[in-house]
């Protein structure tokens, strides 16, 4: 706190209102965010940037920060969906004050203040049908009209609402809404439903309630409930503050939360709604909630993204109070700037073709010493072994290559990265036309770390034959080819699915010291990008999923 004074101008508006605050002395000096999640999906990098945003900020200013599963839904909602939850929360480095809470702990409290509402004249019974009622709850520039179920006896009312609460309601006959107001020009103030009747089992109250709340009464109430000083939401919930506000007026006698709204995360090439990512899902378009396309952080971590670079990211798009739209690129920044930093270089050909070095004894073997991470002197050398025969990728050699081309071609010279100059003689093709086989002499005074440090443009990964693993390797691409694809009034989101987002190259060809790597583990495949072992991975067959290449190829594109 401190530290930040005098330096305001670098404060998000929402750290400036939590500061000023502080130096209030409001809350007494302590402060409480929350995360209120759904648990009817998984978290998505939107999601992400609501932690860092709440849990960064309650670590920043010695507060608290509870996880709450807004758990209003039985129908909707899974323990699946919690565990998950809870997984990629700590996935990301943050933890929670003391233990997990849920909404679900608040049904008897909330259910008695309903109670309280009706008695004080201020919620009713309401019989009519879900079309009735949104038939009468107008248009916002026209009052509405009052249900004739809004001046029921107290008495009746409670009544009612017994019968509901005890099983004796048929689902979607009758609903609870508070009395508020039929002429208000905000939609959420047309009493609003409360309750409704729902004969469905939730996965922690089991079969105990037949009624439950509604996501709008429960939310407010559990921040109260909770003590939260801080309610931090996205601006859709601007509107709904009102009626958030009208709720705790009728039984609040202490200190409130401040809701404050900022602008959620929307992200160029994806969706990010769960109803729709629960679709992809649900109907095979991908192969899971964490089919390394999708833009959930179960996806994101098996496609190789580590917690810091999601953070990272998140604080670069920062808070906002207007909508807007990130690209995914930068998202592809923060974590090649990571990776880049720790992960360990390694040789791995995608489409490989052999090079042979005719002037290369046949039986020998060299074991050479190359250095793991250029960016971290820590991080040691490796020993990659050396010999006669040796994989190249296909597209580094050329028949008949263009000038700039500084590769591989007849008659010209590269550099096998930490070993040697090699010439091109002479190359075999098969009867498609493909090259098969490359004739090459390598030039022995030109060993890497040797005196004759001869220079050429090109320099080349490379596999040796004979000890080369063969892998699986998973390139993804934008799962979709609209920038916006949910933003189309009359064209289905997955009508822009790109059909070449996923390409499984099965014969790549790894040098051996990735023999023991574990599904997560991370590598920079030199000259090919950086690569993450998937948990589909097993003995024999190694499977690794392309992170991000190495640069931007669509920014190449354009
Ligand atoms: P639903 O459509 O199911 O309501 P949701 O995205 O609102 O989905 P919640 O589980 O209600 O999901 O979200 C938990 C919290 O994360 C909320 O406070 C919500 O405002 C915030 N959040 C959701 N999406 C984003 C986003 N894209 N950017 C920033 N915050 C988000
Ligand atoms: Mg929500």
């Known amino acids: 706190m401190e530290a930040a004074e005098g330096n305001n101008k670098s404060l998000n508006f929402v750290e400036a209102i939590v500061e000023e605050d502080l130096k209030n002395k409001k809350h007494q000096g302590k402060i409480h965010f929350r995360f209120p999640p759904e648990p009817n999906g998984f978290l998505h990098i939107g999601h992400a940037k609501s932690i860092c945003l709440n849990f960064g900020l309650a670590e920043k200013y010695d507060g608290y920060c509870n996880l709450r599963f807004d758990d209003t839904n039985p129908t909707k909602e899974e323990t699946k969906y919690v565990e998950s939850i809870k997984k990629d929360i700590q996935w990301l480095g943050f933890q929670w004050y003391e233990k997990p809470l849920y909404a679900s702990d608040y049904f008897d409290q909330l259910y008695e203040w309903a109670v309280q509402l009706i008695k004080d004249g201020k919620a009713y019974v309401d019989e009519q049908s879900q079309e009735a009622i949104s038939q009468q709850r107008g248009i916002p520039t026209r009052p509405g009209t009052e249900s004739p179920f809004r001046n029921r006896p107290i008495e009746e009312n409670l009544e009612l609402f017994e019968r509901m609460k005890n099983g004796e309601i048929k689902d979607g006959t009758m609903v609870l809404r508070a009395k508020v107001d039929m002429n208000s020009p905000n939609m959420h103030m047309r009493d609003p439903i409360m309750y ?33 000083t801080h309610s931090l939401c996205t601006l859709e919930f601007e509107i709904h503050r009102p009626l958030y506000d009208w709720f705790l007026d009728q039984v609040a006698d202490g200190p409130r939360p401040r809701q404050i709204e900022f602008a959620r995360l929307n992200l160029s090439y994806t969706v990010m709604s769960k109803r729709r990512l629960l679709e992809l899902v649900n109907k095979g378009l991908v192969s899971g909630w964490d089919d390394p396309r999708m833009p959930t952080l179960s996806a994101l971590r098996r496609r190789g993204y580590t917690p810091e670079s999601i953070r990272d ?98 008659d010209r010279e590269v550099r096998l990265k930490g070993a040697y100059i090699i010439k091109c003689e002479d190359y075999n093709k098969d009867e498609q036309g493909n090259v098969t086989e490359i004739y090459c002499t390598y030039d022995e005074g030109t060993k890497s770390g040797g005196h004759n440090q001869r220079k050429v443009k090109g320099t080349l990964h490379w ?60 590598f920079q495949f030199q000259r090919m990008g950086y690569f993450c072992v998937d948990p589909d991975s097993e003995k024999g067959h190694l499977v690794f999923n392309r992170t991000v290449p190495l640069r931007d190829s669509w920014a190449k594109k354009i």
């Open 196 to 228: 409704r009747v729902l004969h469905a089992d939730h996965h922690r109250t089991k079969d105990k309630w037949n009624i439950y709340p509604m996501y709008d009464y429960a939310h407010g109430q559990s921040d109260y409930i909770e003590g939260i």
């Open 313 to 410: 990211f998140s604080e670069r798009v920062g808070i906002a109070k207007r909508d807007n739209m990130i690209d995914v690129s930068l998202l592809e920044f923060s974590v090649r700037e990571h990776l880049n930093k720790v992960a360990p270089r390694v040789f791995g050909v995608l489409d490989p073709v052999k090079v042979i070095l005719t002037n290369y004894p046949e039986d020998k073997v060299e074991i050479l010493e190359i250095e793991n991470n250029p960016e971290d002197p820590e991080s040691g050398a490796r020993k990659v072994p050396f010999s006669r025969e040796l994989y190249i990728e296909r597209k580094d050699f050329m028949e008949d290559p263009p000038k700039k081309f500084f590769r591989l071609g007849p």
């Open 463 to 522: 596999v040796s034959v004979q000890h080369a693993i063969n892998a699986e390797v998973r390139l993804y691409d934008r799962l979709f080819l609209d920038e916006d694809p949910s933003g189309h009034k009359d064209v289905d989101f997955k009508e822009f699915l790109n059909p070449d987002s996923l390409k499984i190259l099965q014969d790549c060809k790894l040098e051996p010291s990735l023999q023991n790597a574990e599904a997560g583990d991370k």
